[in-house]
């Protein structure tokens, strides 16, 4: 399995901008899908966004489209989420995360970031 190392959240005001980033190591990374999860307090873990291998194809949730952008670097090993126009909903744990093929469903995924925390202020 490939290994998965979250970076980048931090405390910002409404409105304002993050990157997170995953770093990947141990397996082939442009053999996988990857996948940015989030999960709030109290609350179940949801989809964000995913991207293919390739890196030619993305899906997001309806709460971050046209904010959230996903992308990959493969000749780095890291993908990224550029998250612009953050609402204190948005505040969660967030995970990347690897798959064979690209799903929106937690259980699809086999390999996990350890999480990095995005807080939202109003």
């Known amino acids: 399995q490939v290994q998965l190392v979250d970076s980048g959240g931090g405390l910002v005001q409404a409105g304002g901008s993050l990157r997170l980033s995953c770093a990947a190591s141990?397996?082939?990374?442009?053999?996988?899908?990857m996948g940015w999860f989030r999960q709030a307090p109290g609350k179940e873990r949801e989809f964000v966004a995913v991207?293919?291998?390739?890196?030619?194809?993305?899906y997001y949730a309806d709460s971050v489209k046209g904010r959230f952008t996903i992308s990959r670097d493969n000749a780095k090993n890291t993908v990224y989420l550029q998250m612009n126009s953050l609402k204190p909903e948005d505040t969660a744990v967030y995970y990347c995360?690897?798959?064979?093929?690209?799903?929106?469903?937690?259980?699809?995924?086999?390999?996990w970031g350890q999480g990095t925390q995005v807080t939202v202020s109003s």
């Open positions: 991207i293919s291998w390739s890196g030619g194809s993305t």
């Open positions: 995360a690897a798959s064979i093929s690209a799903s929106t469903v937690v259980r699809h995924y086999r390999s």
């Open positions: 141990g397996r082939t990374f442009s053999d996988y899908a």
